[in-house]
């Protein structure tokens, strides 16, 4: 069963406007959360953290936002960019830090 | 920098064929993954390693077999190759402990025909 899920497959936005990119988990047991950038034929890079001690980290242009109590979590870009458009996946380490969920991912299509 | 190696960016290989995908890291990480990545369907975790000679199985280990001799190296064996097992490989590794992110190598692409 996936537990870490994104349920929006794809996101298009204008240059300039905001992109959110949405995540939810059902393992309270979750510890810490990552969001990763994926170009086509390339391998995932890292882009922002939260540790659930925290409810929001901002980093530059991108901002990740937890509500525990929701399970969820979002990836805010602002001002979007088009070298922005790529597969974004949400990924969540469980409390021994061994194990990553991933979630399906969100293609995000920034318009010039 | 750290790096996550992997040994080809673009692998053809016939059906029935045994398959060998290398993975190296110079970060002296504990932990290696590999992850295979097909559209619609996200990062499914095929098989990791917690230690040298130790491995675990993970959500999608059917055809896979994997081997760490040493601690820098973990590789990805497809036994016999299927059409199915066409997609994009991805290694990646992470220290252990808590609130560590994971490295990704950029990735094989391998096509099974």
């Known amino acids: 069963d996936q537990q870490v899920k994104q349920n929006s497959p794809s996101l298009s936005v204008q240059e300039g406007r905001i992109s959110i990119l949405n995540c939810d988990y059902t393992?309270?047991?979750?510890?810490?959360f990552l969001w990763y950038k994926k170009y086509p034929a390339e391998g995932p890079t890292f882009l922002i953290s939260?540790?659930?001690?925290?409810d929001k980290n901002e980093d530059g242009r991108f901002t990740v936002f937890l509500n525990k109590s929701a399970k969820h979590l979002s990836l805010h870009i602002v001002p979007s960019q088009p070298g922005d458009s790529a597969v974004y996946f949400c990924?969540?380490?469980?409390?021994?830090?061994?194990?990553?969920?991933f979630g399906t991912g969100t293609s995000l299509t920034v318009i010039p | 920098d750290v790096k996550v190696t992997q040994s080809s960016r673009y692998l053809v290989k016939r059906t029935g064929e045994k398959v060998f995908l290398e993975c190296v890291q110079d970060?002296?990480?504990?932990?290696m993954f590999w992850y295979r990545q097909d559209p619609g369907l996200g990062l499914r975790l095929i098989y990791f390693?917690?230690?040298?000679?130790?491995?675990e199985k993970g959500d999608i280990p059917e055809g896979y077999s994997v081997s760490r001799e040493k601690k820098e190296r973990f590789s990805l064996i497809l036994e016999s190759a299927s059409t199915n097992q066409t997609s994009m490989y991805l290694c990646?590794?992470?220290?252990?402990?808590?609130?560590?992110?994971?490295?990704f190598g950029s990735g094989t692409q391998l096509s099974v025909l």
């Open positions: 390693s917690y230690d040298v000679k130790m491995k």
């Open positions: 990924a969540a380490s469980d409390l021994s830090g061994n194990q990553f969920y």
């Open positions: 939260i540790s659930s001690i925290k």
């Open positions: 990646a590794s992470t220290s252990q402990g808590t609130n560590e992110k994971l490295f």
């Open positions: 393992n309270s047991m979750f510890d810490y």
């Open positions: 970060m002296d990480h504990e932990n």
